[in-house]
């Protein structure tokens, strides 16, 4: 049975369909890659999923209960993690706090809270941060330390959005160790979306291409590296004809 | 057990606030056994009168950033439940302050539920509407003596009388009043790290997060709500048979949640110490400005003009208030 089933999912903003009849499956312990040009339905999607969003038609099961017009805090409680593409801190949290916000979910006790996020940090290496208000850090840090708040609630899957955007080549290397220690390590289902391409297709075991809405391939990195399609669609035609002798 | 101890847990601040603060009580826990004037005192009981108000406050519209300026429907419910059972059935004050809590926390839900499905400056706007309505109400309502409002009158009972609250000498009211303050800063000792308390700073710093993260937003918003209206509700009981004599027009005024709001936005909004900082300054401002130049005539809105201008100055220096200036001053900054 697979983790995650998604079928004909529509989401119409007014006129515009943000996600267009989109159908696929995740199967326990898999990496997905989604990847797709700006404004291409990835977030929605995963607003979608989330429950943040409403859908306009289509069935989202996930671990065999539908769980479609449940509530965003319930589909969070069922074991579907996410991170927010973008992110400002603007309370007074400290690093620990926040990750103790997401602890909470399965317990009411502060010191049980607190061990958890603690192990949780110092597993994403992010122990020396513990003290700092999220507020404070930088974007790479603070991206890291929404990923260990969303690994807090102990996710069966987690959906992570543009977490390497805007990073450097360094910061990169680092969240992608914390991306494969979730995924190798703890066992946890991954959904990422990532314009970082090379990140997507070193990590993906597959990967999933929307393109205006509509889902336009899925396969294995290497396959979806070389499709025509996708490369026009991710690219733009002008990259295909400049690279068309590598590609062929 | 955990969250008795967590209540009486202070280690997360510096020894050198504790010592302060133990120095304070020490000095509130003395000051009416030295000579001192009947202003005074009367002056340090609205301390702690709108010190409660404000920790109360600080839940819901400072851990939790929904502004309320409404939070005087609360105080007459308090004071209103237990000054008509009083007058009328002789109910003793301990048992009309939680029948007044029950009262207020149920009327809580019943406007906190659809309230809380608005956000920012529509809620605030909305909680103005719900406690001028019950205000308006009150002013109509003959079974709780319509604008005339209530009296108790102390002839009928023979001071001190424990049960009913009904003291001749304020010292009395002082020392009960200070004790709902302690057990109060406790409370909120607890609140601030519990996990509602959590996932409130949540809420307040991003929604969707927090609903990501497993919060049920809207029912947290609501279950702290309840939380802060039972706070003011028992200070509004204790007020009733302080003051003895209850109008819609003053006890529910919006003057009243205005100036809760402030003194918990000037002290430190979501900070333990915040509303305590706020009423410790405004509180003694307001009286001695009333004393001073209140009776002058035309100067009764000098009050009004000095709240606009702390609002004003809040929001364009430090949101989080004094308390925040505190902090800031102290925290050391990464590299
Ligand atoms: N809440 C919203 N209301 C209206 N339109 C939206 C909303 N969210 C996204 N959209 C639109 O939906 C399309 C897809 O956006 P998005 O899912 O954010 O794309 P991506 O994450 O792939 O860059 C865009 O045209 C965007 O403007
Ligand atoms: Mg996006």
């Known amino acids: 049975m697979p983790l995650l089933e998604v079928h004909n999912l529509v989401k119409n903003f007014g006129g515009l369909k943000a996600n267009d009849d989109i159908s696929f499956t995740v199967e326990k312990g ?32 996930f671990d065999g209960e539908d769980i479609t017009s449940l509530k965003a805090f319930d589909i969070a409680r069922r074991g579907m993690a996410r991170t927010f593409q973008v992110y400002v801190a603007s309370g007074d949290l400290t690093v620990i706090e926040n990750v103790m916000v997401g602890a909470f979910m399965h317990t009411r006790l502060r010191t049980a809270a607190r061990s958890r996020a603690e192990e949780i940090l110092s597993n994403l290496n992010l122990a020396e941060l513990t003290g700092y208000r999220v507020s404070e850090l930088p974007v790479a840090a603070q991206k890291r330390v929404t990923m260990a708040t969303a ?17 450097n080549p360094s910061e990169v290397d680092e969240i992608m160790s914390g991306i494969r220690h979730v995924h190798n390590d703890m066992g946890i289902t991954v959904m990422l979306i990532e314009h970082v391409m090379e990140l997507v297709m070193k990590i993906s075991d597959r990967v999933i291409v929307l393109d205006y809405g509509q889902k336009i391939a899925e396969g294995q990195p290497r396959q979806i590296a070389g499709d025509p399609r996708v490369i026009q669609a991710y690219l733009g035609e002008r990259y295909v004809r400049e690279h068309s002798q590598e590609l062929t | 057990m955990e969250a008795l101890k967590s209540a009486f847990d202070f280690s997360d601040f510096p020894r050198s606030d504790l010592f302060v603060a133990g120095a304070l009580v020490v000095l509130l826990l003395v000051f009416p056994l030295f000579p001192h004037s009947a202003f ?59 029948v007044g809590v029950c009262l207020a926390v149920a009327w809580s839900f019943v406007i906190g539920f659809p309230l809380f499905r608005l956000k920012g400056h529509y809620f605030a706007i909305a909680t103005i509407a719900t406690s001028l309505v019950l205000k308006d109400l009150f002013e109509v309502w003959d079974f709780v003596g319509a604008a005339r409002g209530l009296e108790i009158s102390p002839i009928k009972y023979t001071p001190p009388d424990f049960l009913r609250l009904i003291f001749r000498e304020d010292i009395y009211y002082y020392y009960v009043i ?31 997060v927090a609903q990501s993260l497993g919060i049920n937003v809207h029912l947290a918003k609501v279950k702290t709500y309840a939380i802060a209206t039972a706070f003011v509700s028992v200070v509004g009981s204790f007020h009733a048979c302080y003051i003895k004599n209850i109008e819609p027009e003053d006890t529910m005024s919006l003057n009243i949640s205005i100036l809760i709001a402030l003194m918990a936005m000037l002290g430190g909004a979501g900070s333990l110490w915040g509303p305590i900082i706020g009423a410790g300054i405004l509180i003694p401002l307001k009286s001695y400005l009333k004393e001073w130049l209140g009776a002058t005539a035309g100067l009764v809105g000098i009050d009004l003009i000095l709240y606009a201008l702390i609002i004003m100055i809040i929001s364009a220096t430090e949101p989080r208030g004094i308390w925040g200036i505190v902090e800031r001053l102290r925290r050391r900054k990464p590299n």
Not at chain 1, 153 to 164: I, S, W
Not at chain 2, 183 to 197: A, E, H
Request: glycine letters at 14%; one cysteine or more; charged letters at 10%.
């Open chain 2, 40 to 98: 005074a005192m009367a002056t340090v009981i609205q301390f702690f009168i709108f010190s409660l108000y404000g920790m109360g406050w600080n839940t819901i519209g400072g851990y939790g950033g929904q502004v309320d300026l409404g939070k005087a429907q609360y105080v007459g419910i308090g004071a209103y439940t237990t000054a008509v059972m009083l007058i009328r059935w002789d109910i003793p004050f301990w048992v009309s302050m939680p």
């Open chain 2, 178 to 208: 200070f004790a709902f303050f302690l057990i109060g800063i406790f409370y909120i000792n607890w609140f601030r790290k519990s996990r509602l308390g959590f996932q409130l700073r949540a809420i307040k710093d991003n929604e969707s």
């Open chain 1, 30 to 61: 898999e990496l997905i890659g989604l990847i797709g040009p700006n404004g291409a339905g990835k977030t929605t999607l995963f607003n979608c999923i989330s429950g943040l969003h409403p859908v306009s038609s289509g069935r989202i099961v």
């Open chain 1, 151 to 167: 690994l807090a609630t102990g996710p069966k899957m987690l959906l992570l959005d543009e977490v390497a955007a805007g990073l």
